[in-house]
């Protein structure tokens, strides 16, 4: 039996976001790591993490319907395609522990500006270390309102000098792509690991991500050290900071499990409907040839 090919040259266009091919940037900014052991850096992007899954099945969603499939079959591909249509974010960061809900993200589909791009038509290098400095703040912002009110006021003032503070101590940023105007970014902040009690720092992982493109832009890591600014040197880390970092910390490992378990009933029913199309056994292309 012959399966002839249906021609649909659009079916494709509104499944792979856009992608200019230029050249990847390596230049990274570096600041000296801390000399704490437990507050060095993680390697940011887990390597065994194809930054490229969510077009990969888009792709593979694309070869289906390019070969003809019935109705059952597309309406199991719809409900594939809206599913990562409302989940992208939390598939593509939430994987790695990242929270991405409107009470955790430090920037939801903020605009990128046409004057943020430098003379190589791409966003400047400084442009990300601000992104992930706005994000930090209201990363502060969202536990003082939204996740720890009860130390409201001790959070607000972390951004500040007054008392108890935050500061910056090191960066790494690593840039994946050359991400361009017109764009949005959302900008989301994890714990790099549960601090104790006695340690003056804690890491968190930044990972910045290009709306467009459904893919990470550009990955941070941020040493943070407690600061007291009366006395004028640091100080461990606040009892009521890490309470909340414990909460975060079983919500991001919580985050992980759920999204892996999401991510392989997206697989298995992709899977299954390239078995039903093209990778069947009896599927023969068709391509319009002639009979002999």
Not at 4 to 19: D, E, I, K, N, Y
Not at 31 to 55: C, D, E, G, I, M
Not at 125 to 146: D, K, Q, T
Not at 286 to 292: C, L, V
């Amino acid at each position: 039996m012959k399966v002839r090919l249906q021609t649909r040259p659009q079916a494709l266009q509104f499944l792979l976001p856009a992608f200019n091919k230029q050249n990847i940037r390596t230049f990274s900014i570096s600041l000296p790591r801390s000399s704490n052991p437990s507050s060095t850096p993680s390697t940011p992007a887990p390597a065994t993490h194809n930054a490229r899954w969510l077009s990969d099945i888009k792709a593979r969603i694309g070869k289906c319907i390019m070969f003809g499939m019935s109705g059952k079959q597309t309406q199991e591909a719809a409900t594939v395609m809206k599913a990562i249509g409302e989940e992208w974010r939390a598939l593509v960061a939430g994987r790695e522990g990242f929270l991405v809900g409107r009470k955790r993200a430090g920037l939801l589909r903020h605009p990128v500006v046409w004057g943020e791009m430098d003379r190589m038509e791409h966003i400047n290098n400084v442009m990300y270390i601000r992104y992930a400095e706005s994000a930090r703040v209201n990363w502060a912002y969202n536990y003082a309102v939204h996740i720890d009110p009860e130390n409201g006021k001790e959070w607000m003032d972390s951004v500040t000098p007054n008392g108890f503070g935050m500061i910056l101590k090191s960066m790494k940023t690593d840039y994946k792509f050359p991400m361009t105007w017109p764009d949005h970014i959302s900008v989301f902040h994890k714990l790099s690991y549960l601090p104790l009690a006695s340690e003056s720092s804690f890491v968190l992982d930044v990972m910045i991500l290009s709306e467009l493109h459904q893919r990470p832009a550009a990955r941070c890591v941020e040493d943070i050290a407690v600061y007291d600014y009366l006395k004028k040197k640091k100080a461990t880390i606040r009892p009521f900071m890490l309470k909340a970092f414990e909460q975060t910390w079983a919500e991001q490992e919580a985050e992980k499990v759920r999204v892996e378990k999401r991510i392989r009933e997206i697989e298995v029913t992709v899977r299954d409907i390239e078995k039903a199309t093209w990778d069947r056994a009896d599927a023969v292309e068709d391509m319009g040839g002639g009979s002999r």
